[in-house]
């Protein structure tokens, strides 16, 4: 259920998932108290009972083994005894990081629990046919193309290099280069896509991929700092792209014109969500090409993997703190003065990154040789060192956090993620390739190898 649908208490208690790493930077706010869920009797209990509150700490139990390093947060609520241990605790609310399905808004409505996400009914931005049309419709900058039926004789929707893109899908999951129905027809016949589906082919476009998150709340739009969008490298395009992290962009790294059209073309973008009575945070990611062209790719209404750092450095959107103002639009009527604030692009020197630890085993699937606990560290030349369990002081000083998912007895399978690293200092170059830094880190947190690290 979001913010329509149930009536928000005086003091809101929100849970939310640690993992996750949004509620663990979500600011104090009076009338509202965060608590964290965490499997009972893992790793991730012992470590959030050491920086949390004691009656803020929520343990649940699975009912389900097998789900794997990270299940979903659907299958976490749809397999687990968390309504029963938010209700005993009073807990009201929970924080949602990720897209909402129909599942888990039917969850919330049968528990009566208040999803702390952008409305249910703005999931629909998420779905990239919805997206790319709306785009169409308000004349901004998209990559030709449309949709596409698998199977169809028809030919695609562009000529020579495309992306095809499964209209429910996130990271890079459900992309793939083709450059014609031939090429289609390969994937269909591996299973990743089935006959009569409809996809969304537009023309590839050769450039960078950026992010951008634009706020919106009662009275306000407000842009961030843009963030290059990383990848593995690709061994093999049936398999699509693997998601590797962000990595914030200095405001001097834009050539002025450049970042005059971003902030132009997103606070327009920004007050279309606006009129449409959004709230929340809409990721948006586009490419640039090398004639510094824009182009809009997609749209992920919900938190990202740069929300942490957007919701615990100042500095990425001074103007707006959007952090209280996401808890306040839960705590009290959402009332939208005619003509918001309009914030964009601010100036900042910031060059944080995250680093998405993905496993490194084939197809074969690989046991969990070692573990790593979760909190800040430090690297001083070659050397690794762990800090203590509390990362949030990320926020203020240098080195890095890693919140650890995979545990000792579990198997790793292709792109499985095994924990999420967040650094003060950069991890990718201007390209988006892994620095030295971030290959050190790699090296330093390998789960599926229990040889002595050099």
């Given at each position: ?9 005086a ?50 139990t ?8 990270y ?18 605790s ?9 897209s ?35 785009l ?11 949709s ?34 031939r ?24 450039g ?26 690709q061994?093999?395009a ?6 590797a ?6 405001s ?28 929340g ?6 490419v ?16 990202s993997?740069?929300t ?28 939208y003065?005619?003509?918001p ?23 074969e ?18 050397r690794?060192?762990?800090?203590g ?49 971030a ?7 390998r ?8």
């Open positions: 259920m979001s913010r329509g649908d149930i009536a928000a208490p003091v809101l208690r929100v849970a939310m998932f640690p993992r996750g790493l949004d509620g663990l930077f979500l600011p104090a706010l009076e009338g509202v108290e965060i608590c964290a869920l965490v499997e009972s009797g893992t790793p991730e209990q012992t470590w959030i009972e050491q920086i949390w509150p004691a009656p803020q700490v929520l343990p649940y699975l009912q389900q083994p097998g789900l794997g390093i299940p979903s947060t659907q299958d976490l609520l749809l397999h687990s005894d968390i309504a029963t241990v938010l209700r005993r009073g807990t009201q609310a929970l924080l949602l990081s990720c909402c399905s129909e599942s888990m808004y039917a969850w919330a409505k049968k528990h009566g629990v208040l999803l702390l996400m952008s409305d249910y009914r703005h999931q629909r931005f998420e779905n990239k046919l919805w997206f790319d049309a709306f169409r419709r308000h004349r901004l900058p998209r990559p030709s193309g449309g596409y039926t698998i199977g169809s004789p028809a030919p695609l929707p562009v000529r020579g290099q495309a992306v095809l893109q499964r209209a429910e899908s996130t990271g890079g999951e459900g992309t793939f280069f083709v450059q014609d129905p090429e289609v027809e390969v994937l269909l016949a591996s299973g990743l896509f089935h006959q009569g589906e409809q996809t969304l082919v537009r023309k590839r476009i050769c960078k991929p950026y992010g951008i998150t634009v706020f919106v709340a009662p009275g306000v739009v407000a842009l961030s700092p843009i963030r290059l969008q990383c990848y593995y490298p061994t093999d049936a398999e699509g792209q693997s998601f992290g962000i990595q914030w962009l200095a001097r790294e834009l050539p002025d014109r450049l970042g005059s059209r971003l902030s132009r073309v997103f606070l327009r973008l920004g007050k279309l969500l606006y009129q449409r009575r959004f709230f945070f809409a990721n948006i990611d586009f640039v090409d090398a004639q510094q062209r824009l182009f809009i790719i997609e749209c992920n209404p919900r938190m993997a740069a942490p750092q957007l919701l615990s450095r100042p500095e990425l959107c001074p103007a707006a703190a959007v952090g209280e103002q996401f808890l306040r639009g839960f705590t009290r009527p959402r009332r003065p005619r003509v604030v309009l914030l964009g692009m601010p100036q900042s020197d910031y060059q944080g990154a995250s680093l998405d630890l993905v496993s490194g085993s084939d197809s699937p690989a046991p969990i040789r070692r573990t790593f606990p979760s909190g800040l560290y430090a690297s001083d030349g070659p690794v060192t762990y800090r369990p509390d990362l949030r002081p990320l926020s203020r000083s240098s080195g890095f956090g890693l919140v650890s998912f995979a545990r000792l007895g579990q198997v790793s399978r292709r792109h499985d993620t095994l924990g999420t690293i967040v650094s003060s200092e950069p991890l990718f170059d201007p390209k988006g390739a892994l620095l030295p830094r290959q050190q880190l790699l090296a330093h947190f789960y599926e190898d229990d040889r002595p690290r050099s």
